[in-house]
Every structure is written in C-alpha cells, then in structure tokens.
C-alpha cells in the first residue's frame, strides 16, 4: 500500500536550534500537507504545497515539496518551547480522497 | 459548535463487548474521515466519507469495523467483540471535500475518543 516515510522518528533539541524533518514516498503525491499534533488534541494543519518545487513559509516553519513529487522536508528555525508535539506530514495522490500520513516525529525542546 | 466533536472522549470496555464512537463534523463539510492512532504510531486511515458517494472502506482492518454517515452529516464508527489490539485513539476529520477553488485539503481534526480495551 501507499507509505509515507518520516525522519527522524524523533528529535531532542536545545531552544533556539533550528530543525529539518523530512518525508519520502515511493509514489507521486499531487499534495503534501504538514501537520502538528500537541498532546490530547487533534492535528492541525501547518503548511499545504501543491507544486513541484514549491517552498512555502509560515513564520519560522518553511517547507518544500520536491522536484519528484515523492518527498517534502519541513524546516523550524529558532525553535520555541511551544514548538513541542509531533509533526506529520501527508500526502493526497488527486483532488480528493483519503490523506497518507507519515508516522509521524516527535519533536522535544529542552528550554 | 465551531469544531469537529467527538464522544465519548475516553471509553474503557471488555474484550468482546460492541462500542460505538460518534463524530459531529463542521457543519457544511462534505468529507468525513476516520483515523486510528495506535501509541508511539501514525495516523492509520480508516474510512473516508464524500457527500453522497459511496465512502471508500479501504483503511478498515477487519469486518468488525463499520461506519455510517447519516443524513451526510454525524458518523459513527462501531467496532464488535472488541480485542485489545484495538485500544488506540479514534480521531475523526472534516473537509470541504474536493481541492480547489479556496479549498486547501484542510482536515480538521476532533481531538480524539480514546478507546481501552481490557
């Protein structure tokens, strides 16, 4: 079936660093979303890219879908305490349908 | 309300006993999406519900898991002569349905129902 593999799995990182995660597939995704996920609460959307190539920005997150549709990175600059959670990315093969997710990188920031 | 709503937020049941989890999604949103959360893992999807087509029950893992969606709006998920191996969190998503046209393919999430299984 359809995978979305995540790295890392998890990250421990001081306050202020900065912080890349990526994604990869084996098949071509037409849209890649970026997800976060605090503690008892459901994932809320953080980044959508729906070209090749395309780099987005939020903030202090950035995010690219790559040239090959099979892979996106999310980068966090200057990382806040409040940037702890577990970040997901998932993919959306048409226009409609049921979202891949990745399993997911728990990210800890030490103040 | 403004959110998706799930109930019952925690449900701790018997092995072999039925459980039914509800999901009220935002009002106008044509897709509905079940999700399962296993600890430590990823969203595993479940079944996925589009206006009055018939919903794609790829993600269900055995003929124990069910949905409905009723009157295109509130859905239940049920799951008979529970086993231990489905303790996870149950978590139910909203779209608008299609991309385009202002529609960013946005789910949004409830924050979960939280099944144990004994």
């Known amino acids: 079936g359809q995978q979305l593999n995540q790295s890392p799995q998890s990250m421990f990182i001081q306050e202020g660093e900065d912080v890349s995660m990526n994604c990869t597939s084996s098949?071509?995704?037409?849209?890649w979303l970026w997800y976060k996920q605090d503690p008892g609460e459901g994932p809320v959307l953080l980044i959508a890219?729906?070209?090749?190539?395309e780099l987005t920005s939020n903030g202090r997150l950035t995010a690219q879908f790559g040239i090959t549709r099979k892979d996106s990175f999310l980068n966090i600059s200057a990382s806040i305490p409040s940037d702890v959670g577990i970040y997901f990315c998932?993919?959306?093969?048409?226009?409609?349908?049921?979202?891949?997710f990745g399993k997911g990188t728990k990210l800890s920031v030490k103040p | 309300g403004a959110g998706v709503s799930q109930s019952p937020s925690n449900k701790v049941t018997e092995k072999g006993k039925d459980v039914e989890l509800r999901c009220d999604p935002i009002?106008?949103?044509?897709?509905l999406y079940w999700y399962r959360q296993s600890l430590g893992q990823g969203l595993e999807f479940l079944i996925y519900?589009?206006?009055?087509?018939?919903?794609?029950k790829s993600g269900l893992p055995s003929d124990r898991f069910s949905a409905e969606r009723t009157g295109g709006s509130v859905s239940t998920l049920t799951i008979q002569r529970t086993q231990q191996e489905d303790s996870a969190v149950y978590l139910c998503?909203?779209?608008?349905?299609?991309?385009?046209?202002?529609?960013?393919?946005?789910?949004?999430f409830g924050e979960g129902s939280r099944l144990t299984v004994l």
């Open positions: 890219l729906y070209k090749a190539g």
């Open positions: 519900f589009q206006g009055n087509s018939a919903p794609d």
């Open positions: 998503a909203s779209s608008l349905g299609s991309l385009g046209l202002g529609n960013t393919g946005e789910l949004f």
């Open positions: 098949s071509i995704f037409n849209t």
């Open positions: 998932a993919g959306l093969r048409g226009s409609q349908g049921n979202l891949i």
């Open positions: 009002s106008g949103h044509t897709a």
